[in-house]
């Protein structure tokens, strides 16, 4: 069974809007038996805040073996966690990854600890701050075969013409500014460059990040939209 049909029988199984809270073994089980000897290559997950867990991971590197994207694109690039584990794992030949331009100035002078774990906006720029800092450390040590296929855009997202930037996609991967308006302009403009593949978006049921997981909910009166349980990714299949 190919994986269109695959893909297929699992929408089925759900009614056409609604968020539905899945396993993660529901999502294995749609992968081919053929790559199940495959191994995957990571770092360990790193433990300051800002990037992904293990099981994040594997949500994002199982929708891509199953869509076997040619043109990613990421938004929020961060330290390159994300970006590293697309370029080493995914066979796209295109791995778009965004994020805001550099600035002599931090936004905040000395960060509230507490408050970088409890406010949104705070946390969103602390890791704005951090980023600006410390830039993509992550890609540092990839292979010349591997950087080249990832294109950073250093640009506020919601000033993209993601069609101009990007062309078509066919994964997107919406990891940057949290607040509600910049989710839902994310969100459309790549819906609009997207024919079919995968939106996935991060931090939904998250503690700090709530509108993403608002956002998400008043999606789904209308979008049939998947949660992992145990996980932070949320993602929607497009086109199937
Ligand atoms: C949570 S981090 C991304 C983490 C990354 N995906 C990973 O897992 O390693 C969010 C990033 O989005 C960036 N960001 C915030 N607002 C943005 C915007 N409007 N446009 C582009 N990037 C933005 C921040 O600078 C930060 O680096």
Known sequence: MN???????????????????????????????????????????????????????????????????????????????????FA???????????????????????PDAAKVLSDGDYNDDFLRDVQNRSGEVYLAGLAAAERQRIKLVKQDSTTIDFGQAFGSVDFVFIDGGHHYDIVRSDTEKSLAILGKGVVVWHDF????????????????????????????????????
Do not use: M, W
Request: charged share 20%; hydrophobic share 45%; with cysteine.
């Open 205 to 240: 049921s998250s503690g700090i990040h709530s509108d993403v997981t608002r956002y998400l909910t008043e999606r789904a009166a209308e979008n049939r939209i998947f949660h992992v349980n145990g996980s932070l990714c949320a993602f929607q299949l497009i086109g199937f």
């Open 88 to 110: 080493k794992n995914s066979a796209a030949n295109t791995i778009y990854s965004v994020d805001l331009p550099a600035v002599q100035e931090s936004i905040l002078a000395s």
């Open 3 to 85: 994986a269109n049909t695959r893909i297929a029988d699992f929408l089925k199984q759900f009614p056409a809007h609604g968020l539905h809270t899945i396993k993660l073994k529901d999502l294995l089980s749609l992968r081919d038996a053929a790559n199940f000897q495959r191994d995957i290559v990571t770092t360990f997950p790193p433990v300051t805040i800002g990037s992904v867990t293990l099981v994040d991971q594997i949500v994002l590197l199982c929708l891509d073996e199953l869509l076997a994207p040619e043109r990613i694109l990421e938004i929020g690039t961060f330290q390159g966690f994300t970006t590293r584990l």
